[in-house]
């Protein structure tokens, strides 16, 4: 457990997280453009931002965002996500927290929903979330294979926790998806995973971005199907096996930004930050068309 260090107040989260979704239009940074050749171009992220704690180990949420922010990103990914979880993150929602001090749109995806553990608090919540600064035209959140590390003798189950958002990006539609493949040795679960995701995934046309942690490195045998639809975009810049986790002492590439046919990749490259645990990967892609 992380220890919780003062931050802003998470009061009127719930409202927050409605506002924040209508200021999706609001600007990080540097907009992202339309080119009437290159079609659309925007900055994405993935991010395991581990609860809100850095590689040290403390909790500090504004240290996260201003990791974020340096990188003037139009979507970012994020993994680890705590809303009104517990402690560790002072009960804070992070997603509506991140979402407002951006000014980006957000959508959270539970994957764990808990009854509250203090009384007159609300459920316990813990997942993945998108932040854009497009508008979110529409959003859910899926369910894939999971081995609950919250329910005893668990056994391999469908469950939520992959959100699929669709952005409108300077007229260009595109399908997000982020996700947190399980940690576990054993590649079995994280096989069935991506079996799960490629279908759903499949039910979708137009241009498609996958971020997130896979827990595995590029040339993993559970991963292969994926590359038969998806790019990685560090490998495309020359980057394939940069490593992004632990961020202190980086030795294995688990982070990912991928993308379907018919997008390219202007730029790669993996942050040196320790906000988390892990180094976040950001990549500069374009061709996305109206």
């Known amino acids: 457990m992380f220890p919780p260090k003062p931050h802003p107040s998470r009061h009127g989260s719930r409202a927050a997280a409605a506002l924040a979704l209508l200021l999706g239009t609001l600007a990080l940074g540097p907009p992202a453009h339309a080119d009437g050749r290159r079609g659309v171009r925007l900055r994405v992220m993935a991010y395991n931002i581990q609860a809100g704690a850095g590689a040290d180990h403390v909790f500090d949420l504004e240290r996260q965002a201003r990791a974020i922010e340096s990188e003037h990103p139009d979507v970012v990914g994020l993994e680890e996500v705590d809303v009104d979880w517990a402690a560790r993150s002072d009960y804070t929602d992070e997603a509506s927290w991140l979402a407002r001090r951006l000014r980006m749109g957000v959508f959270f995806a539970p994957i764990y929903t808990l009854p509250p553990d203090r009384t007159g608090a609300p459920e316990r919540r813990f997942g993945i979330a998108v932040l ?159």
């Open 132 to 290: 854009s600064r497009f508008p979110i035209l529409r959003a859910q959140n899926l369910q894939i294979t999971r081995l609950s590390t919250q329910t005893p003798d668990a056994v391999p189950a469908p469950a939520p926790g992959f959100p699929e958002v669709l952005i409108n990006a300077h007229g260009a539609r595109i399908w997000v998806y982020v996700t947190h493949l399980d940690y576990r040795s054993d590649p079995g679960v994280r096989k069935a995973q991506v079996a799960d995701m490629n279908s759903l995934m499949a039910r979708r046309h137009g241009p498609k971005l996958l971020l997130g942690d896979f827990n595995a490195e590029p040339d993993a045998a559970e991963l292969a199907p994926l590359w038969t639809g998806l790019t990685d975009a560090l490998t495309v810049a020359g980057q394939r096996t940069t490593p992004t986790w632990p961020a202190d002492a980086p030795a294995k590439r688990i982070d990912y930004v991928t993308f379907s046919a018919g997008v390219g990749v202007s730029g790669a490259h993996v942050p040196d930050t320790l906000a988390s645990d892990h180094r976040p990967v950001v990549a500069d892609l374009r061709g996305f068309r109206s």
